[in-house]
């Protein structure tokens, strides 16, 4: 039996999101909120049109993108982009873990696109990225926030594209690089590598995807809070912090806590430098230990933010697979029991497996004095398979 650890990470909270808060949060960052006010009023937009602004000059986003808030968290941006912009040419769909899978879902069932193809590769890889057909509109996600495998580049992406490049990058923005000139959307929300509140989504278009806006009239009727263009042309006021519906002003003031936070430590260097170290803890632990290995098949396609981690124990892997997804929730149980970390089984779409966040509100500190106590929960939980047999 492994005996439990003496050091105990200071933060818990290794959920995929919501994600931890920064280190230090407290409520007093709320305090400047804009509450019981209009968030049309002149002080309203201002905090508004300040997430954006911030959010732009921290992801080096080039000076002729349009930045928005918009309703419903990341799942809300992407499925506003694919509504409105997608109908006049074929789609390319990339796939390799389930959200991608669901706006495959949504091309194919809801928006009944004649031209689909769906390119997909089972948990732990990627597609063959070089087989996208770049004459047309192609969908996918930056990082695979329940499979823990992340697009290494944008080298796959031609320059002279005639589709539209769009691109989830709820858990990658902020942690990862992202080539601005490859992409023509992408979305993210607060509530990932921010450590920011649930509920709004941000979504930025290059000239390219405005283009598109102001030409195309999409073939099926658009819900009020998808219209981004009134009369043939884009409506300039979303980018200002004129959201569509009425925003939580409470939920602003953490964003621009978390940007302003992003700021003091360096910006999106020291983002993605944290993230990093923290997946350099995981990648030396995982060397050394028997039982775990990475869900992703290669290194290079490792994310650095929803960390996936495999069994390779034979015992755990001879078990059915509800029996191993018991076992990893077993451990996880065993983990919160202690308060040494929440919500790190795997997603529930997912293999059997452990998830653990690794984006820069994450002390790499942290993350290292967790990695013992992954060993303890494993061989408890071991024990107790045993004893039941």
Not at 131 to 147: E, H, I, K
Request: hydrophobic fraction near 45%; aromatic fraction near 8%; proline fraction near 7%.
């Amino acid at each position: 039996m492994v005996e439990k650890p003496s050091l105990r990470p200071v933060n818990p909270l290794f959920s995929s999101g919501p994600c931890a808060k920064r280190p230090g949060w407290s409520t007093d960052a709320l305090e400047s909120a804009i509450l019981g006010r209009s968030h049309r009023s002149a002080q309203g937009k201002a905090r508004l049109l300040e997430v954006i602004e911030r959010s732009k000059t921290l992801l080096a986003m080039p000076a002729d993108w349009r930045l928005a808030i918009v309703p419903g968290s990341d799942t809300g941006a992407v499925e506003m982009a694919l509504w409105s912009l997608l109908g006049p040419r074929g789609v390319d769909a990339i796939v390799y873990e389930s959200f991608g899978k669901t706006w495959a879902t949504d091309l194919k069932s809801h928006l009944k696109l004649d031209d689909l193809r769906v390119l997909e590769a089972p948990y732990g890889d990627l597609p063959d990225l070089n087989a996208v057909d770049w004459s047309r509109d192609v969908v996918f996600c930056w990082n695979g926030t329940t499979s823990g495998v992340c697009i290494p580049n944008g080298d796959w992406i031609a320059d002279d594209r005639e589709g539209l490049a769009i691109c989830d990058a709820t858990s990658a923005a902020f942690a990862m690089e992202l080539p601005w000139n490859k992409l023509d959307v992408v979305t993210w929300s607060w509530q990932k590598a921010m450590g920011g509140e649930a509920a709004h989504g941000m979504l930025a278009l290059s000239p390219r995807a405005v283009e598109r806006l102001e030409s195309h009239t999409p073939a099926w009727p658009l819900p009020k809070v998808f219209r981004m263009t009134k009369g043939g042309k884009i409506i300039e006021g979303l980018f200002k912090g004129e959201t569509l519906n009425t925003p939580s002003m409470l939920c602003v003031e953490d964003a621009l806590d978390a940007l302003r936070w992003m700021e003091s430590i360096g910006g999106k260097a020291e983002n993605q430098r944290r993230t990093k170290a923290s997946l350099a803890h995981v990648a030396a632990w995982v060397d050394a230990t028997r039982w775990a290995a990475f869900m992703p098949s290669r290194p290079e396609i490792r994310s650095s933010t929803s960390i996936c981690i495999a069994f390779a124990d034979p015992d755990v892997l001879a078990l059915p697979e509800p029996e191993r997804r018991a076992f990893a929730k077993a451990m996880e149980k065993r983990l919160e029991a202690d308060g040494i970390a929440f919500d790190v089984a795997n997603h529930r779409d997912a293999p059997p497996s452990l998830r653990i966040w690794g984006g820069a509100t994450i002390e790499p500190e942290d993350m290292k004095a967790l990695l013992p106590w992954l060993d303890w929960a494993f061989h408890a939980a071991k024990a107790d398979l045993k004893k039941a047999a």
